[in-house]
């Protein structure tokens, strides 16, 4: 099993180049399948969810061609099959996006509940809410969702959550439906405009992605297309708030700085300088850091997957920050961790008090999901002494070439799996 070993005290100084978005990249490649001319995407990130996601692609029969590490090209045409195989859906949370890509164009599809970080009881309710309004018979028999249509009509939906996830996925199905959908109550986040765009770019007809209402006048088929994926804000962010941390000096390049605005605006609360360039922004972190309170929200609020990332920072700010996380009830372990390090913190319900401490100290901690795994690390670049971070295959999920990433802005860590190469590292930082 891998882990990262960390040793800590170094401000984090210099430039690095942000990957396409994660969350946003998935629910494209699914989309790419309601193609039957090949469609080029770019600007992909590197990352685990990806090769399974294309893994599974491949699976049901259609053309999966890695032009090189960021760049795919796919055909849906050759697809045989709308069942997905469990072994590549308890893997990651947004195969469901499938579900939409299949039903939308083939009326059938058969996808196995999914998977993803354990965060929260994660319902999906409302996809299948959305899939039978538009006329879906949607059951779901020995773990698998299975829907089916003889047509899909379009239909005015309200969606009875803001879910990301809900919201591109009954968007995905609506593009190949008859008639008009409106889809209201709908996400805002950039990766719900990124998909509709592409969407679009093949030839879907969809307004008003980024607001509250959705329209879609669906259209019988999608078409060649060449799209590139946007910047990752949550990588973005985890960067940004691993410089404020760390006390350090970080440009992070190739971002989209409207997309980093409830970021930027929490690091300029507790006292960091932040500069916005057209496509870069710079965090610089002098002196002991203040408090603040935090709430997650859908977007434009401040994103549930940086929560980990502000509650490393604020936990060594001066004074008492307050977290309150309003999407995933299963989102502080990482604090539990924390408090091995130093950290003064405690958890009631959906709230985190933390009372910021001066420094942490090194020890042995374990990601227990992706975003948390990430902050873990930020903990371990700004503590004392040495810090190793055990279940990386999450960060993994999620993160491309983190420890490279992080080593380029001056960062002492390695990726280790041996108790040999920890030895190594040991004597080389001593
Ligand atoms: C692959 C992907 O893009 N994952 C992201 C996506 O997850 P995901 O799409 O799972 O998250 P949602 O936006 O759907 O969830 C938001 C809230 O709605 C609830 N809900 C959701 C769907 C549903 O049918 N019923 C329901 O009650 C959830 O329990 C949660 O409380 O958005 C989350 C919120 O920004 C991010 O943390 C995840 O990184
Ligand atoms: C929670 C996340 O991912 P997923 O929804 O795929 O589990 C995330 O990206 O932070």
């Known amino acids: 099993m891998e882990q990262y070993i960390i040793k800590g005290g170094n401000p ?28 080029m995407i770019d600007n992909l990130p590197d990352v685990n969810d990806i090769n399974v996601l294309l893994d599974a692609i491949a699976g ?6 890695r032009v090189d590490r960021h760049t795919v090209k796919i055909n849906g045409k050759g697809v045989t099959s709308v069942d997905i195989e469990y072994d590549y859906i308890k893997k990651i949370r947004a195969s469901y996006y499938l579900l939409g890509a299949l ?23 409302q ?17 698998k969702i299975i829907a089916e249509a003889s047509r899909l009509v379009g239909k005015h939906i309200y969606f009875d959550v803001v879910s990301v996830g809900a919201t ?12 008009l959908t409106i889809l209201e109550n709908v996400a805002k986040e950039p990766h719900v405009v990124d ?57 992070v390049m190739n971002v989209i700085p409207k997309h980093l605005e409830a970021t930027t605006a929490k690091l300029l ?51 008492t920050s307050i977290i309150t996380e309003s999407i995933f009830e299963n989102r502080f372990k990482y604090l539990d961790e924390l408090a091995r390090m130093g950290a003064n913190v405690k958890i009631e319900g959906n709230s985190a008090t933390i009372e910021g401490v001066e420094k942490f100290s090194g020890a042995r901690v374990s990601a227990p999901d992706l975003r948390a795994g990430a902050a873990l690390c930020i903990a371990g670049l700004a503590a ?34 041996t108790e040999k190469e920890i030895r190594k590292f040991m004597l080389k930082v001593s």
């Open 60 to 65: 049901i029969g259609a053309m999966v061609h």
């Open 12 to 39: 984090l100084v210099g430039e690095v180049e942000i990957g396409g978005a994660k969350n946003a990249a998935l629910a494209i490649l699914a989309a790419a399948i309601m193609s039957d001319e090949t469609v």
């Open 269 to 319: 609360e507790i006292g960091c300088e932040v500069e916005e360039f057209d496509d870069a922004v710079r965090v610089v972190s002098k002196g002991r850091l203040k408090c603040t309170h935090v709430k997650t929200l859908p977007y434009p609020g401040f994103p549930t997957d940086m929560q980990p990332q502000i509650g490393v920072t604020l936990a060594l700010c001066e004074g």
């Open 127 to 143: 996809h299948l809410k959305g899939f039978r309004a538009l006329g879906a018979d949607v059951e779901i028999e020995h773990g």
């Open 168 to 179: 591109i996925n009954v968007m995905m199905a609506a593009a190949m439906a008859e008639g």
């Open 195 to 251: 998909v509709a765009n592409f969407l679009n770019s093949m030839g879907a007809n969809i307004r008003g992605a980024g607001t509250d209402v959705i329209r879609i006048r669906g259209v019988q088929r999608l078409h060649r297309t060449e799209y590139s994926v946007i910047p990752d804000q949550i990588e973005a962010g985890t960067f940004m708030f691993a410089a404020a941390a760390t006390q350090g000096d970080v440009t």
């Open 384 to 417: 004392e002494g040495i810090t190793i971070v055990d279940d990386i295959v999450y960060i993994q999920r999620g993160y491309e070439r983190f420890e490279e990433k992080l080593r380029s802005l001056g960062a002492v860590i390695e990726k280790v799996s």
């Open 103 to 125: 039903l939308g164009k083939y009326r059938h599809a058969e996808v196995a509940l999914p998977g993803g970080c354990n965060i929260g009881s994660r319902p999906i309710d």
